[in-house]
């Protein structure tokens, strides 16, 4: 059974940086798409930034500049690289990974940011 685990969220200042972590269970060389993903209160989860087996990367245009998306596969995990945090960015952020013909989730890490 796979597992995503996600680590690195927490409280932070405007203007700081965290770096969260995505750990795949087992080797993501299988999931064709890694993504996070970011939920507000009362609202949808939205697509933050993902990337493809093949090194592509696509991003939110809110966080574009800021955010990078990186995958290590010796370490089956993904990175969120988020720096010039703004207090919008606070959310629940949510690591996914795509396996055809399934999705499989984390258990979110809480990112707050203190204006």
């Known amino acids: 059974q796979v597992q995503l685990v996600e680590s690195g969220g927490g409280l932070v200042q405007a203007g700081g940086s965290l770096r969260l972590s995505c750990a795949a269970s087992?080797?993501?060389?299988?999931?064709?798409?890694m993504a996070w993903y970011r939920q507000y209160p009362g609202k949808q989860r939205e697509l933050v930034a993902g990337?493809?087996?093949?090194?592509?990367?696509n991003y939110a245009d809110s966080v574009k500049g800021r955010f990078t998306i990186s995958r290590d596969n010796a370490k089956n995990t993904v990175y969120l690289q988020m720096n010039s945090l703004k207090p919008e960015d606070t959310a629940v952020y949510y690591c996914k990974g795509v396996r055809p013909p399934l999705d499989y989730w984390g258990q979110g890490t809480q990112v707050t940011v203190s204006s």
């Open positions: 087992g080797s993501i060389f299988s999931f064709n798409f």
């Open positions: 990337i493809l087996a093949r090194g592509n990367t």
